[in-house]
């Protein structure tokens, strides 16, 4: 490991995103300091900064991974605080038409709200690593620059300085404007239109809902119709999260938001509504585009600043990669800095194109579905019509078949490449299996020359 001469770092934004960021730099700095505008609670519940963490967050196999080998001890505390393992074979997922053969992943994932990960995790991070200190209510204003460089924060007038400044503040992140005021160039952005909208409800878990199966999902992506999430939450609660797209917003009215669940392809979480007792209203978010900052193709960056997280990449949260995508590209950038050092010229060109790798396979994963819906608009990867209509052949063969369903699973878990899932052997097995579906519909034919690049 490279000497640490004293170097220190700042991560703005103590999100999922700046917490593992904080983790990695602990490695190579000798001191990190996390600023959060938010006052952090105690407890585990959604804070002002963070309303998505009132919806339906689920940490995938990759993130969790990462933040297992990160935080030893993690997902004890969590059990410990009433989130609930799950095996792969626990989630029933209803899927293009028919319910998908259950299987295995090897190993168990954790269920639990967003806020009780994040705080456990911020617990474990200032308990790990005693060169990481957090302060709350403290929000950046302006990044210093000094001699073409970023040399640390000002917050509320007081200046804070450090080698390297990492950016976790998130989707609306306001450095990269001012960076371009100072005369950086801008990233170019790819936005890719979806208008995705939740509606969710926390309701009472009982032993029998699911005839005591832990988790459902009910989605089609391959037509983009409704989708809708029931995972268990600690204190024994569902979290209930039902979506669309394009306009087709939950209602926020308790019956008439039963009714939205009752019109899913499977009755399960509209049977749990009608009958369970509801500890929340019913809570809205609306997330217009996934949207993806290209910081890989810039020519010019100045020293000492790194930016990641959503402020990077903030993906339609349908596919549940925000929080992996924020750890895979935290793991990049301490690859990059162990190479480089926190305060070298060269970090930043290096890590962007290490991240730009990482982020490259869950950005295509979500844009590519996003696509099957034809009022999606924005960049559309190459080739996506013909991969669609091949994963609905994958979906459909998922039905009835378990090393597709296993392949599958690893795919969106991020454990495995798309490519996996087009190898001839797998090819094969797809299509003859998509013929054993119980579902019998195919998908629809392609429409054409229909869309318009997002605003
Ligand atoms: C509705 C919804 C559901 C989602 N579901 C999932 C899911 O199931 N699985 C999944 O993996 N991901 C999901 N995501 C994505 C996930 O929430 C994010 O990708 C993840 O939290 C990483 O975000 P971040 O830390 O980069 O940004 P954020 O979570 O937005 O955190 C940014 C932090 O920076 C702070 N901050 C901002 N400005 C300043 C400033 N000037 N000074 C100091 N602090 C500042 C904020 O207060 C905040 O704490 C979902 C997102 C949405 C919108």
Redesign the pocket.
Known sequence: MRERNGATAIV???????LVTARVLSDHVDRVTV????RLPQDAVTRR??P?GR??????AR?QRLLDGWFPGLFDDLVQAGAVPLDAKDLVWHQAGAYRVRSDLGFLAMSMS?PLLERTVRERLLRQRSNVSITDE???DRLILEGGRVAGVRVDGAEHRADLVAD????NTRFLDQLAKEGFPAPEVSAVRVDTA?GTRIVRRRPDDLDGTLALVVDDPTRGHRMGTMVPVEGDRWIITVGSFHGDVPPTEPDEYEDFARSLPSPVIADVLARADAFTPVLS?R?PTSRRRRVERLERTPPGFVVL???VC?LN?VH???????ALQARALGQAVERHGPASPALAGDFYRRAAKVVDVPWKIAAGADFADPRTSGPEPTGTDLVNRYLDKVLRACHTSIPVARQTLRVQNLLARPESLMTPAMVLRVLLAARRSPAGVEMPAAPSARRRPAA
């Open positions: 703005i934004g103590a999100g999922m995103a700046g600023l959060e505008r938010d900064s963070v998505q919806h339906a967050h689920v940490l995938l993130g967003r403290a929000a950046v976790c503040s998130g989707r939740y978010h997330m997280g959503d402020a903030s949260p549940w990669q925000g929080m992996s995508s924020a």
